[in-house]
């Protein structure tokens, strides 16, 4: 079976730019997470979204923006990047029906922010 | 604040030993903690999980030790594997945060053979 898969794997932006990152989930799973890592700060939660509405939002500016499509994969973006956006940000799929569990995780997006 | 945080940024054991790691929480509250592994590249793979009306669950080589009374998580790894060298992360969850887990920084194991 499918694991997560998300794309691209690598970006490369300017500061200032915007960016979409792309989570296509396990079949069947209707919840997808996203989380952003970074040496500092570790795992950070972002957003959750489940039957294309927005769950859960974690502590992060408007600036990280996400959506979810009928077939359950969810797009994240960020606009106006800053050098501190720089991370690896990760997406897990869940079905979503108990808290916290479940979730499979992507190999993520690598983002660098120049 | 809420967090969860692991003792030991490293750990360096041979092979065959057996591994503990460890992991303070700070939320009385959590109900739901879980332990990932993740290798370079990859994402965080899910290892054992653990509810906090139990102290105690095993798995393939790996148990889970949790002890409300001093907010403490441990991981045992028996008979370690150069495989096993990755980072660990313990991730808690309370009722109150939802879905979202509150991830620790994360202990480096590194075995050697």
């Known amino acids: 079976k499918a694991g997560v898969t998300q794309t691209p794997r690598y970006l490369i932006k300017t500061r200032g730019q915007q960016v979409t990152l792309s989570c296509s989930p396990i079949?069947?799973?209707?919840?997808v997470s996203w989380y952003q890592q970074t040496p500092g700060q570790g795992l950070q939660f972002l957003f959750e979204?489940?039957?294309?509405?927005?769950?859960n939002k974690g502590n992060f500016p408007g600036r990280f923006s996400g959506r979810q499509f009928s077939n359950s994969r969810s797009e994240m973006n960020v606009s106006t990047l800053e050098l501190g956006d720089s991370a690896l940000y990760l997406c897990?799929?869940?079905?979503?029906?108990?808290?916290?569990?479940?979730?499979?995780f992507g190999s993520g997006t690598r983002l660098t922010v120049v | 604040g809420e967090s969860v945080g692991l003792h030991l940024p490293t750990l360096s054991v041979q092979e065959g030993d057996n591994s503990i790691i460890n992991c303070a929480y700070s939320?009385?509250?959590?109900?739901?903690f879980i332990w990932y592994k993740q290798e370079s590249g990859k994402g965080p793979q899910f290892i054992i999980d653990?509810?906090?009306?139990?102290d105690k669950r095993q798995g393939q080589r790996v148990t889970v030790l949790l002890n409300k009374t001093v907010k403490h998580l441990s991981l045992q790894i028996a008979a370690t594997q150069p495989g096993d060298s990755a980072v660990y992360f313990c991730?808690?969850?309370?009722?109150?945060?939802?879905?979202?887990?509150?991830f620790g920084k994360g202990t480096t194991l590194s075995v050697s053979s």
């Open positions: 897990a799929s869940s079905f979503g029906t108990t808290s916290g569990s479940g979730y499979t």
């Open positions: 079949s069947g799973h209707r919840s």
């Open positions: 979204y489940f039957s294309e509405t927005q769950r």
């Open positions: 939320n009385s509250a959590s109900d739901y």
């Open positions: 653990i509810r906090s009306n139990m």
């Open positions: 991730a808690e969850n309370s009722p109150q945060a939802g879905t979202a887990l509150i």
